[in-house]
């Protein structure tokens, strides 16, 4: 992931609410972040004082709080008060959304000054008029349609489109009437692109970060349950007993691999598909990405009953955690925002989703760098399959290799990666189109290692997790002993 100045920001305000709450002085340091911001510092805004309504919107966002709280308040509630479910887990900083234009619809130099005026002609508004053999739109008038780009035979007006808006595939954002951006919160599928994609950091995340840190400071058994993708994330030479050792030192009573899950879910879905497929459907779609499941669900809801039931790597390694510790705090590590949603309709099994870059602010707060861990010796379960589940066709590869193992056989099999690409496939297979008895959708277009919530590059994550996977003592999932 590219370290931009919004990053930065980010993690700055991750990494001092964790220090301050390692600190136990929370809410009497909490308004000091605000000075972070001076007059000496990099301004991206108007002012100082503007600069600093972001950074508040921005820590009431880390708080898991509504962006209009007080931010000392907000730091009261978050310590002593059960997490607001309510509140999207993407959002958008009303303070930060002001930087883009305003305008759909530009006149640009390359306007020759024809005389058939096709652009004003054809506009339903009449808001163009030619000034000195020149076009002009009439932003009163403009009802943004598009017509007059059409009709001009230069290309001589230019559309813009704001990148959230270009970045949502599912068309979940729209310009509010006061020129905000707005999210739909009933369509959108929480990918983080829109995130990702806005170049003033005005969308962001709410984080449990601070929940989680109090949870381990009440002496409770926190286990983090770390996804596959996490090897790579902080450095090609941090190995995964480091990452193991630095958890453990933070005061999580113990470190699981998802892959463990990963297994788990292999033998559970390959189950179904030789149940389902095809006595009783003609194809069945992977359950691991919840913005996947929730794009079908959402707008493909004819093709919602070819969802494979089987649960998550997530959840299924929670399951398996709660079974032999009931009482236990699971908290998942891993590279996705749209895992904190999946994290909150199973709350009962999984209790906090972090992203790799919170979990590294988290342990930056409390000093505690990857790099420097001796990296002990530890237990390893996950098969190779498993752990590659985040990698291209990961899933499908390992569904076909446990199918083929219980003597059956995926027919056809399709991977879809981005959700523009995940939607067209399964429509095409709903409507008999495509050729396929399983398919398998990813959110992200690079897959689970370039997730908006990694920290690494993830060519460097694809080879560090395969190096890994290699190694692995088992190499099907069915040789887990938690998958049997």
């Known amino acids: ?49 503007k600069e600093r309504a972001v950074l508040k919107n921005r820590i009431d966002m880390a708080l898991g709080q509504e962006c209009t709280s007080n931010i000392i308040e907000a730091a009261k509630l978050t310590l002593n008060e059960p997490e607001r479910t309510d509140l999207p887990i993407i959002d958008v900083l009303p303070a ?9 619809y ?27 053999d020149r076009a002009f739109i009439d932003k009163t008038k403009c009802i943004e349609c598009g017509r007059c780009k059409q009709m001009c035979p230069y290309g001589a007006i230019l559309e813009i489109h704001r990148p959230c808006v270009r970045a949502c595939a599912i068309g979940a954002i ?18 983080g692109a829109c995130r990702n994609a806005c170049p003033f950091g005005a969308i962001d995340e709410r984080s449990s970060i601070v929940r989680v840190i109090r949870e381990i400071q009440q002496g409770k058994q926190v286990i983090a349950l770390v996804a596959p993708s996490i090897v ?34 292999s033998v559970k879905e390959a189950e179904e598909y030789l149940e389902k497929v095809p006595a009783k459907q003609g194809f ?27 649960p998550s790597p997530m959840i299924s390694c929670a399951q398996l955690i709660k079974q032999q510790y009931p009482y236990a705090v699971t908290v998942f ?9 999946e994290g909150r309709e199973h709350r009962q099994t999984i209790n906090y ?8 602010c988290m342990l930056e707060g409390k000093d505690i760098k990857f790099a420097e861990m001796s990296g002990a010796e530890y237990d390893r379960d996950a098969s190779k399959l498993g752990l590659c589940f985040p990698l291209t066709a990961g899933v499908t590869a390992a569904v076909k290799d446990t199918v083929a193992a219980m003597g059956g056989d995926v027919r056809s099999a399709h991977y879809a990666a981005g959700l523009d690409n995940c939607r067209e496939a399964v429509k095409a297979a709903a409507e008999g189109k495509l050729d396929c008895s399983y398919l398998e959708g990813m959110a992200c277009s690079n897959g689970c290692v370039d997730g908006p919530g990694t920290v690494g590059d993830f060519h460097i994550t694809k080879v560090a997790l395969a190096k890994y996977a290699n190694a692995a003592p088992n190499k099907q999932a069915a040789e887990d002993k938690h998958a049997k």
């Open 333 to 341: 590590v891993g590279p996705c925002i749209a895992k904190k949603v």
């Open 1 to 49: 992931m590219e370290l931009t100045a919004v990053a930065q920001l980010r993690r700055m305000v991750l990494e001092h609410l964790s220090r301050y709450t390692w600190n136990n002085e929370l809410t009497e340091h909490v308004y000091d972040i605000l000075q972070e911001v001076r007059e000496d510092t990099p301004r991206y805004r108007c002012c100082v004082y």
């Open 106 to 132: 530009y006149v640009t130099d390359m306007c020759r000054h024809c005389i058939t005026h096709k652009c004003m002609n054809n506009c339903p508004k009449k808001a163009i008029t030619i000034i000195q």
């Open 284 to 310: 069945m779609t992977s359950s691991c990405c919840p913005a996947f499941v929730r794009l079908i669900k959402t707008q493909i809801p004819e093709a919602a009953d070819k969802i494979s039931d089987t």
């Open 353 to 360: 989703v972090l992203t790799f870059e919170e979990a590294m």
């Open 174 to 191: 729209s310009i509010g009437e006061n020129r905000k951006a707005v999210i739909n919160h009933e369509k959108c599928v929480t990918c």
């Open 232 to 265: 790579g994330q902080f450095g090609l030479k941090v190995t995964m007993a480091q990452i193991h050792e630095a958890f453990t030192k933070a005061g999580f009573a113990d470190v699981i691999e998802v892959g463990v899950g990963a297994d788990i879910t």
């Open 96 to 104: 930060a959304c002001d930087q883009c234009p305003i305008d759909a």
